[in-house]
């Protein structure tokens, strides 16, 4: 009690959390960074990630059997907010996934960690990107979220109805989609200015 008076929570607002923008690779970027990646497993996890839009968490926890070849999908189990969604499957990604599966071949985890019957770690996901990211010379930071922000800018460059993004992200609101929106209507009016 102060001031003869009690305070509660709510007599004060809670400080907004600052508004921040997607770091946006480009096409060019993007390849760039994936030719910097070290071995095949952290380019194959990485180009996961950004191929099919998935979260760091969603991409280490894939199994052999989420990768459905038949229809082209990838079954992400219990993603964020605990919901199961498929994402697409293109024929370049399943391509380098037939590749590394020759290679490698993971029996129950897709990307196997160093502990026997455990899945890669978050941080060596990092890490690996970390790596790339100082080797590829690109300035931008990039994090495997990052990858996922690219996924979604890139199909919403090419066309790809936002709700549609939304469904691949598993995006509950599609006001958290239209963040996407924001840096391609600002780069429409440079380029508009520029004519």
Known sequence: MTLKRDWSDEDFPLPKRPVRLPVILSQDE?????????????????????????????????????????????RV??????????????????EILRLYWHEVHPRDWLFPGEMSGHPITRSAVGLACRIARQRSGIQKPITPHSLRHAFATHLLETGTDVRRIQLLMGHRALSTTARYYRPKVFMCCVESSRR
């Open 77 to 94: 189990n219990q993603g964020k907010n605990r919901k199961d969604r498929y994402v697409m499957l293109s024929p370049r990604l399943l």
């Open 30 to 74: 993007i390849t760039t960074f994936f030719e910097s990646v070290a071995s095949l497993k952290q380019r194959t996890i990485l180009m996961t990630a950004y191929a099919a839009g998935l979260r760091v968490s969603e991409v280490v926890h894939l199994k052999v059997t989420d990768i459905d070849s038949q229809r082209m999908v990838i």
